[in-house]
Nanobody, 123 residues
Framework: VQLQASGGGKVQPGGSLRLSCGSSKFSLEYYAIGWFRQAPGKEREGVAC????????WTVDSVKGRFTISGDSGKNTVFLQMNSLKPEDTAVYYCAADRRVGSSCAGAQFSTYGQGTLVTVSS
């Protein structure tokens, strides 16, 4: 497994979680790293992206102001801080990488996916 996602769980509406995406195979800072999610019966959607080498980030409109993506090169980890969670955020969350060196979020082609981590927002 080239990417490992963790940090999911069950939280009440309005709560917070922080997801982590790491790799023991390659340095994340040289690539575009994205977070995706897939809810039951729905298509997978992109949630956020970061390319640390050019300080480029992107988040989907539905999570703007609530989710923040960041990277820690020392820990070789990309985080997705999720605040003010809503029931509609319930999904399996995946991280993925565009393995072209120097790739950026704009025009990213994600080819390497990690296993998912389940986020459940429910009272």
């Amino acid at each position: 497994v080239q990417l490992q996602a963790s940090g999911g769980g069950k939280v009440q509406p309005g709560g917070s979680l922080r997801l982590s995406c790491g790799s023991s195979k390659f340095s994340l800072e040289y690539y575009a790293i994205g977070w995706f999610r897939q809810a039951p019966g729905k298509e997978r959607e992109g949630v956020a992206c970061i390319s640390s080498h050019d300080s480029n980030t992107w988040t989907v409109d539905s999570v703007k102001g609530r989710f923040t993506i960041s990277g820690d090169s020392g820990k070789n980890t990309v985080f997705l801080q999720m605040n003010s969670l809503k029931p509609e955020d319930t999904a399996v969350y995946y991280c993925a990488a565009d393995r072209r060196v120097g790739s950026s979020c704009a025009g990213a082609q994600f080819s390497t996916y990690g296993q998912g981590t389940l986020v459940t927002v429910s009272s």
